[in-house]
C-alpha cells in the first residue's frame, strides 16, 4: 500500500526533521493520510511535496486527491489542471506517446470529476478530446452529460457501455431515463437491475443502483413515501463510508434525496438531506440551492438568501448560465405535478 502502515510514519517525519522538504517523505505521507482516512492531516505534507517537486506531475494531483475529499474544489481544480498541463507539456518536450504514461488517463479523469463538480462543462469536454483518453465511456464522461443536460450523449454512452456491461448500461439508462421524465422507459431499464438481483443478491453496488433509481421512479409516479425510504436507505449506507465519499461522492444520494423531497413537498426531509450534502460536500451546489428554496418557503428570506450566495460562489466558474439553468430547474420540480401511477418495479432489495 502507498504510504505504508502507520510504523512507517516516524521513519518518515524523521526524514522531515533533516529536510522539511524531502520529496519521498512528504509523498509517502501524504497517501498514508488519505488512506488512513486522515486527508487534513496529510495536507501540509502535499503543500511540501508540491514545494520539492514542482514540476512532478504527480505532486500536484496527490493534493487534489486530498481536496476532493476535504471540499476544496477551487485546489482540487486548480492542481488537477496543474498535474495535467505539465504531464501535457511532458509528452511533447520529450515526445512521449500519452497512452504509455499509465497516469495520464487517471490524472485526466480526476481533473474531468471536479470540473464537473464545479458546473464547467466545456472545459471538462476539452478534456475528453485529448490523445490517450480512448475509454470515451468512462464513469465521469457519461456524468459530464447528464449533470449538462445532455441526454443524447449520456444515453449513448449508456448503450455503448451496455454492449460490455449489461447491468452499467441498464443502471446508466435508467438515469438518462428519469431526467427525462421517462418512466416508461426508466421502468424497462430497473427490472433489467431487479432481475440481477434476485440471481446474485448481496452486491452492494447494485443494491444502491437499485435503491437510488428505484426510489426516484418512486417518487415521480407520487409513491412518494416509499421513494423517500429507499433512497434514505442509500444515504444512511453511504453516510460513513470513506470510499465513497472519495472524488466528491460524498452529497450524491444526499442531493437526489433532498430534490425528491422538494417534488413531494417534504420541506423537512429535503431540509434534513440538503443540510446533510453541505456537510458531507462542503462544495455542494444543489445542498445550497435547495436550502435557500426550504428557508425561502418558510419566510426566512435572509437566509434563503445567504444559501443562495454560497451557491453562486460554489459556481463562480461555471459554464454561463449554468447557475441559472440550474437554479431554474430547482424552481420548477417544487411545483411540478406528479404523474399517475404506472406498474412499479417490484420490492425492495
Same mark, same amino acid.
Given at each position: 500500500?502507498?504510504?505504508?502502515? !502507520?510504523?512507517? !510514519?516516524?521513519?518518515?517525519?524523521?526524514?522531515?526533521?533533516?529536510?522539511?522538504?524531502?520529496?519521498?517523505?512528504?509523498?509517502?505521507? *501524504?497517501?498514508?493520510?488519505?488512506?488512513? @482516512?486522515?486527508?487534513?492531516?496529510?495536507?501540509?505534507? %502535499?503543500?511540501?511535496?508540491?514545494?520539492?517537486?514542482?514540476?512532478?506531475?504527480?505532486?500536484?494531483?496527490?493534493?487534489?486527491?486530498?481536496?476532493?475529499?476535504?471540499?476544496?474544489?477551487? +485546489?482540487?481544480?486548480?492542481?488537477?489542471?496543474?498535474?495535467?498541463?505539465?504531464?501535457?507539456?511532458?509528452?511533447?518536450?520529450?515526445?512521449? &506517446?500519452? =497512452? $504509455? &504514461?499509465?497516469?495520464?488517463?487517471?490524472? !485526466?479523469? *480526476?481533473?474531468?470529476?471536479?470540473?464537473?463538480?464545479?458546473?464547467?462543462?466545456?472545459?471538462?469536454?476539452?478534456?475528453?478530446?485529448?490523445?490517450?483518453?480512448?475509454?470515451?465511456?468512462?464513469? !465521469?464522461?457519461?456524468?459530464?452529460?447528464?449533470?449538462?443536460?445532455?441526454?443524447?450523449?449520456? @444515453? @449513448?454512452?449508456? =448503450?455503448?457501455?451496455?454492449?460490455?456491461?449489461?447491468?452499467?448500461?441498464?443502471?446508466?439508462?435508467?438515469?438518462?431515463?428519469?431526467?427525462? %421524465?421517462? #418512466?416508461?422507459?426508466?421502468?424497462?431499464?430497473? $427490472?433489467?437491475?431487479? @432481475?440481477?438481483?434476485? =440471481?446474485?443478491?448481496?452486491?452492494?453496488?447494485? =443494491?444502491?443502483?437499485?435503491?437510488?433509481?428505484?426510489?426516484?421512479?418512486?417518487?415521480?409516479?407520487? *409513491?412518494?413515501?416509499?421513494?423517500?425510504?429507499?433512497?434514505?436507505?442509500?444515504?444512511?449506507?453511504?453516510?460513513?463510508?470513506?470510499?465513497?465519499?472519495?472524488?466528491?461522492?460524498?452529497?450524491?444520494?444526499?442531493?437526489?434525496?433532498?430534490?425528491?423531497? #422538494?417534488?413531494?413537498?417534504?420541506?423537512?426531509?429535503?431540509?434534513?438531506?440538503?443540510?446533510?450534502?453541505?456537510?458531507?460536500? #462542503?462544495?455542494? *451546489? +444543489?445542498?445550497?440551492?435547495?436550502?435557500?428554496?426550504?428557508?425561502?418557503?418558510?419566510?426566512?428570506?435572509?437566509?434563503?438568501?445567504?444559501?443562495?450566495?454560497?451557491?453562486?460562489?460554489?459556481?463562480?466558474?461555471?459554464?454561463?448560465?449554468?447557475?441559472?439553468?440550474?437554479?431554474?430547474?430547482?424552481?420548477?420540480?417544487?411545483?411540478?405535478?406528479?404523474?399517475?401511477?404506472?406498474?412499479?418495479?417490484?420490492? $425492495?432489495?
Amino acid at each position: 500500500m502507498f504510504g505504508g502502515n !502507520v510504523h512507517a !510514519v516516524p521513519f518518515y517525519k524523521a526524514l522531515l526533521r533533516i529536510n522539511p522538504l524531502h520529496p519521498g517523505a512528504n509523498h509517502e505521507l *501524504v497517501h498514508y493520510y488519505e488512506n488512513s @482516512q486522515q486527508p487534513a492531516l496529510g495536507w501540509q505534507a %502535499s503543500e511540501n511535496y508540491i514545494r520539492s517537486s514542482p514540476g512532478i506531475p504527480h505532486a500536484w494531483h496527490m493534493q487534489a486527491h486530498l481536496a476532493t475529499r476535504l471540499g476544496r474544489w477551487d +485546489r482540487a481544480n486548480a492542481s488537477s489542471n496543474r498535474a495535467v498541463e505539465l504531464q501535457l507539456a511532458y509528452h511533447r518536450d520529450l515526445q512521449v &506517446d500519452p =497512452e $504509455q &504514461d499509465h497516469q495520464f488517463v487517471h490524472h !485526466v479523469e *480526476v481533473l474531468a470529476i471536479s470540473l464537473v463538480h464545479d458546473g464547467r462543462f466545456r472545459e471538462a469536454r476539452q478534456l475528453q478530446a485529448l490523445s490517450g483518453i480512448k475509454n470515451k465511456n468512462a464513469a !465521469v464522461w457519461f456524468r459530464l452529460y447528464l449533470a449538462a443536460g445532455e441526454y443524447a450523449t449520456a @444515453q @449513448q454512452i449508456a =448503450e455503448n457501455n451496455r454492449r460490455q456491461d449489461k447491468l452499467l448500461g441498464a443502471y446508466q439508462g435508467a438515469l438518462v431515463a428519469l431526467a427525462q %421524465s421517462d #418512466l416508461s422507459r426508466a421502468a424497462t431499464e430497473i $427490472q433489467v437491475l431487479e @432481475q440481477a438481483w434476485r =440471481e446474485r443478491p448481496g452486491r452492494r453496488d447494485l =443494491e444502491l443502483q437499485l435503491l437510488e433509481t428505484r426510489g426516484i421512479y418512486l417518487c415521480r409516479l407520487g *409513491v412518494g413515501e416509499a421513494g423517500l425510504q429507499l433512497i434514505e436507505k442509500a444515504v444512511r449506507m453511504t453516510l460513513n463510508d470513506y470510499r465513497h465519499h472519495a472524488w466528491g461522492n460524498g452529497a450524491y444520494y444526499m442531493e437526489i434525496w433532498g430534490e425528491e423531497a #422538494l417534488r413531494l413537498g417534504k420541506w423537512e426531509i429535503a431540509q434534513e438531506a440538503f443540510l446533510e450534502a453541505l456537510a458531507h460536500d #462542503l462544495g455542494s *451546489v +444543489r445542498g445550497a440551492l435547495g436550502l435557500a428554496l426550504v428557508y425561502e418557503h418558510i419566510g426566512d428570506n435572509a437566509t434563503a438568501a445567504r444559501y443562495s450566495e454560497l451557491a453562486e460562489r460554489f459556481w463562480a466558474k461555471a459554464d454561463p448560465g449554468q447557475l441559472a439553468r440550474l437554479r431554474h430547474h430547482f424552481r420548477t420540480i417544487v411545483h411540478r405535478p406528479r404523474q399517475a401511477a404506472r406498474d412499479q418495479p417490484g420490492g $425492495q432489495p
